[in-house]
Nanobody
């Protein structure tokens, strides 16, 4: 059984940092794409950052809204994926979800192509 557990969220001030962690069980970090999505109040779920896998090794993608402030990484030995967030802004507020794509290592920004999801962790940034 595949299980993802998100953790690390919290309430912070603008300019602060947080590290989100996705801990997986029953899952291979090596061959399948993974990503972080977020959902702000009253809005749809949006792509934040992702890691893909292919013949050339890992590929990384960060949305323009977070590039330079957020970094996605994975620790295969510990079955964890992280999202290191710095210089947080109020518009970063939302529920953050990790997701895994069981059918392919190719990275995509389309949430419907991801099979497994964490329960979400709340990030609240106040100005």
């Amino acid at each position: 059984q595949v299980l993802f557990r998100d953790s690390g969220g919290g309430a912070v001030q603008a300019g602060d940092s947080l590290r989100l962690t996705c801990t997986a069980s029953g899952w291979s970090f090596r061959y399948y794409a993974m990503a972080w999505f977020r959902q702000a109040p009253g809005k749809g779920r949006e792509f934040v950052a992702g890691i893909g896998w292919g013949d050339g090794g890992d590929t990384f993608d960060h949305d323009d809204s977070v590039r330079g402030r957020f970094i996605i990484s994975k620790d295969q030995a510990r079955n964890k994926m992280h999202l290191d967030m710095k210089n947080l802004l109020p518009e970063d507020t939302g529920v953050y979800y990790c997701a895994g794509r069981s059918t392919s290592g190719k990275l995509t920004r389309f949430d419907e192509r991801f099979t497994y999801w964490g329960q979400g962790t709340q990030v609240t940034v106040s100005s």
